[in-house]
């Protein structure tokens, strides 16, 4: 399976949005929460443009999932716009 990315990591954030992706990864290093990237939107593999469903990842261990979910749900500026 796909997110067998790193044992013992847990995805905090999914999107298309390669800006807001790092914003989350230096809000969470900012507190000291390590972070991975993992981009399937990379150029390299020009899967934007083969796979409609390719993303980025943001990633956390996992137990600091839930201190990083507290520290995104405080950041406004990450937050979805209501529909």
Same mark, same amino acid.
Request: without cysteine.
């Given at each position: 399976?796909?997110?067998? /990315?790193? #044992?013992?990591?847990? /995805?905090?954030?999914?999107?298309?949005?390669?800006?807001?992706?790092? @914003?989350? #990864?230096?809000?969470?290093?900012? &507190?000291? !929460?390590?972070?991975? @990237? +993992?981009?399937? @939107?990379?150029?390299? +593999?020009? !899967?934007? $443009?083969? &796979? #409609?469903?390719?993303?980025? #990842?943001? @990633?956390?261990?996992?137990?600091? $999932? =839930?201190?990083? !979910? =507290?520290?995104?749900?405080?950041?406004? =500026?990450?937050?979805?716009?209501?529909?």
């Amino acid at each position: 399976m796909e997110m067998e /990315i790193r #044992k013992g990591w847990v /995805i905090i954030w999914e999107g298309i949005d390669e800006f807001k992706a790092h @914003l989350i #990864k230096g809000i969470l290093e900012t &507190h000291n !929460i390590p972070t991975v @990237l +993992y981009n399937q @939107l990379d150029s390299a +593999y020009m !899967i934007r $443009y083969l &796979h #409609k469903n390719a993303t980025i #990842k943001v @990633l956390v261990p996992e137990q600091l $999932y =839930d201190q990083a !979910i =507290d520290i995104l749900n405080k950041t406004q =500026d990450i937050q979805e716009p209501s529909d």
